[in-house]
Each structure stands twice: as C-alpha cells, then as structure tokens.
C-alpha cells in the first residue's frame, strides 16, 4: 500500500510539475501574441482606413479634375458653335435670296458651309434651312428636307415629327 500511496504522490506531482509548466506555456504564447500580434494588428486597421481614405480623396479629385475638363471643352465647343451661328448669320453669301438665285450660287452657299464646317474639329456637317422651305443647304450640298429626314438621319415617324417640330419653331 505504501508503494501505490508513493507512485500515486509521485504521478500526482509529476503532473502538478507538467501542468504548471503547460500552464506556463500557455500564458507565454498568449503574452506573446498580446505583445507582438495585437500591436501588428491595431496598426494594420489604421494602415487600412488611412489608405481608403486617401484613395477615396485621389478618385474624388481625379473625378473632379475629369469633369472639369468635360466642362471646359462643352464651354469651349458651344462658343465655337455660338461663333460659327454668328458668322452665319452675319455672311452675305448665305442669305436666302443669294442661294435662291441660281445653281451657281447655290453652291457658293454650300462652299461658304463647308468653310465654317471646317473651322471647328468636332462639327461633322452643318445643315442650313431657310423659313419653311424644303431645301436644307449642307457642307456636302442641297438635298430636300424630306430626304435629309428619310436617308441620312433615318428618324422614325414620332421623332420625325418631333424634330420638324424643333425646327420650325427655332
């Protein structure tokens, strides 16, 4: 009995011994990770937020800065549209009786168009009509109002209208 009372002491010391020094690991590895991980991961989360928010700020400005330029070349293409209105208006060779003239003179109009058509890079044609006549007057030529509306344009019958519409009343 006494040698069972000694190994039972003995077993039950070992494994008061092994549990002490498990239990001391344990409370090592989470000192550890208490003093290396939990700093690595607070400045991860800062690291992260800074960055999103830096990023955020970077595509705002580079919107911004896209739109602006939109805006800029709208501006500046509608004061070259708003140019080249005025010097229509304001060009002899353009007026209804000297187009109505004669062939001739006719094509001197479209010629004068093409002039303006050029002046400006983004303006593919321009089309000029005068009061209710059928003739609309291009940079490439004459061509009847029905046609332009049929052939180049391909409106259907409700946008048909509705640009006859526009332009008969601009």
Same mark, same amino acid.
């Given at each position: 009995?006494?040698?069972?009372?000694?190994?039972?002491?003995?077993?039950?010391?070992?494994?008061?011994?092994?549990?002490?020094?498990?239990?001391?690991?344990?409370?090592?590895?989470?000192?550890?990770?208490?003093?290396?991980?939990?700093?690595?991961?607070?400045?991860?989360?800062?690291?992260?937020?800074?960055?999103?928010?830096?990023?955020?700020?970077?595509?705002?400005?580079?919107?911004?800065?896209?739109?602006?330029?939109?805006?800029?070349?709208?501006?500046?293409?509608?004061?070259?549209?708003?140019?080249?209105?005025?010097?229509?208006?304001?060009?002899?060779?353009?007026?209804?009786?000297?187009?109505?003239?004669?062939?001739?003179?006719?094509?001197?109009?479209?010629?004068?168009?093409?002039?303006?058509?050029?002046?400006?890079? &983004?303006?593919? $044609? %321009?089309? =000029?009509?005068?009061?209710?006549? @059928?003739?609309?007057? *291009? #940079?490439?030529?004459?061509?009847?109002?029905?046609?332009?509306?049929?052939?180049? &344009?391909?409106? $259907? %019958?409700? =946008?048909?209208?509705?640009?006859? @519409?526009?332009?008969? *009343? #601009?």
């Amino acid at each position: 009995k006494t040698i069972a009372k000694t190994l039972v002491c003995f077993y039950n010391s070992a494994m008061l011994k092994f549990h002490k020094s498990v239990s001391f690991l344990y409370r090592y590895l989470l000192s550890y990770f208490i003093v290396s991980i939990l700093p690595v991961t607070i400045m991860t989360v800062i690291l992260y937020g800074n960055l999103v928010n830096n990023l955020q700020r970077e595509i705002e400005a580079s919107t911004l800065y896209k739109l602006s330029m939109v805006k800029n070349n709208t501006n500046m293409n509608m004061d070259t549209l708003r140019n080249i209105a005025m010097g229509i208006t304001y060009n002899h060779r353009l007026r209804y009786y000297v187009a109505k003239r004669s062939g001739y003179d006719a094509m001197e109009s479209v010629s004068e168009l093409r002039k303006y058509r050029a002046s400006s890079a &983004f303006v593919d $044609d %321009i089309a =000029l009509r005068y009061g209710n006549d @059928n003739t609309v007057y *291009t #940079s490439k030529g004459t061509i009847s109002l029905d046609n332009l509306i049929k052939y180049v &344009f391909h409106f $259907d %019958i409700e =946008l048909e209208r509705v640009f006859l @519409n526009a332009i008969d *009343t #601009s």
